[in-house]
C-alpha cells in the first residue's frame, strides 16, 4: 500500500501564482485534513474533511481552498500565493477514531 | 476548542529514560496519541491509549494517564540516538467525529551519545 501520497515533494511559487497541492490515500479512509507546519508553530488546521463531498475549514483556512469529489484525493488550492504561506504542508487521513496516516509534506516556498 | 501544552525540549543522555508530558483540556476526549516526527520527514503514529485506560506499555514506550489531571505522559526507555525527534501529544477530540485533529507545539527530544 502507498498510503498517503503527496506531490509535489517541493515547489518555489512567485507572488501571486496560484498551485494545487495534491494528496491521494488508497485506504479508503473517510477523513482527510490538511496541516501546515512552520517553525515554533506546530501543526495547524487548513481544511478537513469527513467524508467525499463534505469539507469544512480548521484554524488556518485563509487563502486555501479544498474539494473532496471523491474518497480517495483531497487537494488544496492556493489561489494567490503569499511569502506568508511558505511552510511545509502535511495531508493526512484516517477511519473516525483511527490514528492519521501523514504523508510526506510537500515544502512550498514563495518569493 | 482542544489546548494541548508540551514543554518544547528534552535533552537526555544515550541509555536514559526520556519521559515527555503533556496536559490537555477536553475531558471528553476518547482516544489519546503520541507522534513522532523525524527530521525532515513527516509525522508516524507511535502509539495510544484510550481514554478509559491508565497505562498502556509497548516495548520501551510507556503511556500514562490521568484523566483527573488530564495530564498524559511517555516514557521512553534506554532511550536510543534514533528516538531524537518531535512528539506530539494529540487528543482525539470527544464531542464528535469531526475528523479534527488539533496538534500542539510538540516537544523536541534531544538525545546525545
Known amino acids: 500500500n502507498a498510503g498517503v501520497t503527496q506531490t509535489p515533494k517541493f515547489q518555489v511559487l512567485k507572488t501571486g501564482q496560484s498551485m494545487t497541492l495534491q494528496c491521494a490515500q488508497d485506504?479508503?479512509?473517510?477523513?482527510m485534513s490538511w496541516y501546515r507546519q512552520d517553525p515554533g508553530m506546530g501543526l495547524r488546521l487548513i481544511h478537513y474533511?469527513?467524508?467525499?463531498?463534505?469539507?469544512d475549514q480548521g484554524e488556518v483556512p485563509n487563502g486555501y481552498n479544498v474539494s473532496r469529489s471523491t474518497t480517495e484525493d483531497f487537494p488544496l488550492r492556493l489561489l494567490s500565493a503569499a511569502p506568508s504561506q511558505t511552510s511545509v504542508y502535511f495531508c493526512?487521513?484516517?477511519?473516525?477514531?483511527?490514528?492519521?496516516?501523514f504523508g510526506s509534506g510537500t515544502r512550498l516556498t514563495v518569493v | 476548542g482542544e489546548d494541548v501544552e508540551q514543554s518544547l525540549f528534552l535533552s537526555v543522555r544515550e541509555g536514559d529514560s526520556s519521559v515527555i508530558n503533556c496536559t490537555y483540556t477536553?475531558?471528553?476526549?476518547?482516544?489519546l496519541y503520541w507522534y513522532k516526527q523525524e527530521p525532515g520527514a513527516g509525522l508516524q503514529l507511535l502509539t495510544y491509549?484510550?481514554?478509559?485506560?491508565d497505562m498502556k506499555q509497548d516495548q520501551r514506550l510507556t503511556v500514562l494517564l490521568n484523566k483527573k489531571d488530564k495530564h498524559l505522559s511517555l516514557r521512553i526507555a534506554d532511550t536510543q540516538t534514533g528516538d531524537s525527534a518531535i512528539y506530539f501529544c494529540?487528543?482525539?477530540?470527544?464531542?464528535?467525529?469531526?475528523?479534527?485533529?488539533?496538534f500542539g507545539q510538540g516537544t523536541t527530544l534531544q538525545v546525545k551519545p
Open positions: 474533511s469527513v467524508g467525499a463531498g463534505i469539507t
Open positions: 493526512a487521513s484516517s477511519y473516525p477514531l483511527g490514528g492519521y496516516t
Open positions: 477536553d475531558s471528553s476526549s476518547t482516544y
Open positions: 485506504m479508503n479512509h473517510e477523513y
Open positions: 491509549i484510550f481514554s478509559n485506560m
Open positions: 494529540v487528543p482525539l477530540p470527544g464531542s464528535s467525529n469531526t475528523g479534527k485533529l488539533i
